[in-house]
C-alpha cells in the first residue's frame, strides 16, 4: 500500500450498520506540516486550508456536488445522488449520499485515494438500504465539537445506533491496532486556583502575607488528593502545571498567585470527590497562613467508555486487516470528546499505530502517512462486517 501524499494530512471519518441500523464513526488526530522538523499542533476548529484541500478535490469529480454549512466551525460535505442511496456523510448538518457498491471508495475518497487498500472491492453482503454516516467534526477534544454535534440532533436525525472512531497512537507501530472495552480514555477537568494574600518587599517577609508560599503549600496539598482520598484500586491525577504570579520581580512578594491545572479520572464519582477536594485544601490552607483562596473548577470531557459489543466488532475488524490487535491496551489518561458520542449511542474508540514519533501535541510530533491505508482499510472492513449477510 503505497504512502499517501504530504497534502493528505488530515484524516476523516466513515462508518457501518445493519439495515434499519446507522453506524457514526469519527477519526481523528491530525497535523500539517509547516516547516522542516516542526508540525503545526491541530487547531480546535477545522483549518480553511484543509477545507479547500478537501473542496478542490471534491469538485474534480464531475458527479459532486459541495456544499458548505457554517455552524460552530465549517464543515463540508460532497453530496451524490445515484439510483440507491444507502451511505450518508454528515458534517454537523451536511449529508454524503451514494450507492452502496462504492462505500469502499468513498471511504478512500474521504481519506486519500491511495489510502484504501483496494478501492475497486464492492460491498455487496446485503441488497438492503444501510445508512452509513460519516462524521466531519470540528473542534475536536476540548472544543467539545463532538458535544455540539450531538446537541444538535446528529444521532436522532440520522437514527444513529452505533457509533466509531479511530485515533493515531504514536510508538504503537504502523500496522497495529489498540483497544479494550470499558474506560480507554479519561475524562478531563480544567482547574485554576487564585491566591489572595499581602504583597510586600522580599526584605520584609513579616509585614505580607505570602502567596508564593501559600502557593507551594496548596500544590503539595493536591497531591494528597490522589495518594490519601482516591481508591488505591481507582486511578487519578491531578497536575498542576503552570503557576503565574502579578509580579515579575525577584525581590517583590504578590499580591496574587494563579495555579492552573488539570484533572484526569475514569471513574464518575472519583471525579465528584477531587472536585469537591480541591477547593477545601485550597481554602483551609490559604487561611492558615491568613490568605484567601478562590477556586474555578471546569468540567471538560468524560471518559470514553468503549461499550463490549462494539468493542469486539471494532477488534475483528482490525484483525481481518493486519491481525495485529491487542485486545486489552492499557488506558490512557488523555481525553476526548468522542466520549460525549459513546455517552449517547454504544460504540468504541480504537487505537491505530503511528509508528516511532513523538507523542501526539509534542512540537516534534509527526504523522505517519503510511498509518492512513489502514485505518482506512478498517473503517471500510467494519462496514461490511456489520452489513447484514444478503
Known amino acids: 500500500?503505497?504512502?499517501?501524499?504530504?497534502?493528505?494530512?488530515?484524516?476523516?471519518?466513515?462508518?457501518?450498520?445493519?439495515?434499519?441500523?446507522?453506524?457514526?464513526?469519527?477519526?481523528?488526530?491530525?497535523?500539517?506540516?509547516?516547516?522542516?522538523?516542526?508540525?503545526?499542533?491541530?487547531?480546535?476548529?477545522?483549518?480553511?486550508?484543509d477545507r479547500d484541500v478537501f473542496l478542490r478535490?471534491?469538485?474534480?469529480?464531475?458527479?459532486?456536488?459541495?456544499?458548505?454549512?457554517?455552524?460552530?466551525?465549517?464543515?463540508?460535505?460532497?453530496?451524490?445522488?445515484?439510483?440507491?442511496?444507502?451511505?450518508?456523510?454528515?458534517?454537523?448538518?451536511?449529508?454524503?449520499?451514494?450507492?452502496?457498491?462504492?462505500?469502499?471508495?468513498?471511504?478512500?475518497?474521504?481519506?486519500?485515494d491511495a489510502a484504501f487498500d483496494n478501492p475497486k472491492r464492492r460491498v455487496e453482503r446485503s441488497a438492503a438500504v444501510v445508512l452509513i454516516v460519516l462524521i466531519f467534526q470540528p473542534a475536536e477534544e476540548g472544543g467539545k465539537g463532538g458535544l455540539a454535534m450531538v446537541q444538535d440532533g446528529m444521532m436522532d436525525r440520522w437514527n444513529v445506533q452505533e457509533v466509531y472512531g479511530l485515533h493515531n497512537m504514536p510508538g504503537l507501530p504502523v500496522g497495529e491496532f489498540a483497544i479494550r472495552s470499558g474506560p480507554i480514555l479519561a475524562a478531563g477537568d480544567m482547574f485554576s486556583i487564585t491566591v489572595t494574600g499581602k504583597g510586600g518587599h522580599a526584605a520584609k517577609p513579616h509585614s505580607a502575607v505570602d502567596t508564593t508560599l501559600v502557593a507551594s503549600h496548596i500544590v503539595v496539598g493536591l497531591q494528597s488528593i490522589v495518594s490519601?482520598?482516591?481508591?488505591?484500586?481507582?486511578?487519578?491525577?491531578?497536575?498542576?502545571?503552570?503557576?503565574?504570579?502579578?509580579?515579575?520581580?525577584?525581590?517583590?512578594?504578590?499580591?496574587?498567585?494563579?495555579?492552573?491545572?488539570?484533572?484526569?479520572?475514569?471513574?464518575?464519582?472519583?471525579?465528584?470527590?477531587?472536585?469537591?477536594?480541591?477547593?477545601?485544601?485550597?481554602?483551609?490552607?490559604?487561611?492558615?497562613?491568613?490568605?484567601?483562596?478562590?477556586?474555578?473548577?471546569?468540567?471538560?470531557?468524560?471518559?470514553?467508555?468503549?461499550?463490549v459489543e462494539q468493542t469486539s466488532y471494532a477488534a475483528h475488524a482490525a484483525e481481518a486487516v493486519s491481525g495485529k490487535v491487542d485486545r486489552d491496551t492499557q488506558p490512557h489518561l488523555g481525553g476526548e470528546d468522542f466520549s460525549f458520542m459513546l455517552q449517547s449511542r454504544p460504540g468504541?474508540?480504537?487505537?491505530?499505530?503511528?509508528?516511532?514519533?513523538?507523542?501526539?501535541?509534542?512540537?516534534?510530533?509527526?504523522?505517519?502517512?503510511?498509518?492512513?491505508?489502514f485505518g482506512s482499510s478498517w473503517f471500510a472492513t467494519l462496514v461490511e462486517q456489520r452489513m447484514p449477510v444478503a
Not at 35 to 49: E, F, I, K, N, W
Not at 254 to 276: A, K
Request: proline letters at 7%; a neutral charge; hydrophobic letters at 40%.
Open 57 to 112: 478535490s471534491a469538485r474534480r469529480r464531475a458527479s459532486a456536488r459541495v456544499r458548505e454549512r457554517v455552524d460552530i466551525a465549517r464543515a463540508i460535505a460532497v453530496q451524490r445522488h445515484r439510483k440507491r442511496t444507502v451511505l450518508a456523510i454528515i458534517g454537523h448538518g451536511l449529508v454524503v449520499e451514494t450507492d452502496q457498491h462504492v462505500a469502499g471508495g468513498v471511504i478512500a475518497e474521504v481519506r486519500g
Open 348 to 373: 468504541a474508540f480504537m487505537f491505530i499505530g503511528n509508528g516511532d514519533t513523538q507523542m501526539c501535541h509534542h512540537p516534534r510530533y509527526d504523522f505517519d502517512d503510511n498509518a492512513i491505508p
Open 228 to 307: 490519601r482520598n482516591v481508591d488505591p484500586l481507582e486511578q487519578a491525577v491531578v497536575t498542576v502545571a503552570a503557576i503565574h504570579s502579578d509580579s515579575e520581580a525577584f525581590n517583590v512578594i504578590p499580591q496574587t498567585v494563579e495555579l492552573r491545572g488539570t484533572v484526569r479520572t475514569f471513574d464518575s464519582r472519583v471525579r465528584d470527590m477531587i472536585e469537591d477536594r480541591i477547593p477545601v485544601i485550597a481554602n483551609g490552607i490559604a487561611h492558615a497562613f491568613g490568605a484567601a483562596a478562590e477556586t474555578f473548577y471546569d468540567r471538560g470531557v468524560p471518559a470514553t467508555v468503549n461499550a
Open 1 to 49: 500500500m503505497p504512502p499517501l501524499p504530504r497534502s493528505w494530512r488530515t484524516t476523516a471519518s466513515c462508518s457501518a450498520s445493519e439495515a434499519d441500523r446507522c453506524t457514526a464513526c469519527r477519526a481523528c488526530g491530525a497535523a500539517s506540516e509547516s516547516g522542516p522538523g516542526h508540525v503545526t499542533p491541530p487547531p480546535l476548529a477545522l483549518p480553511r486550508d
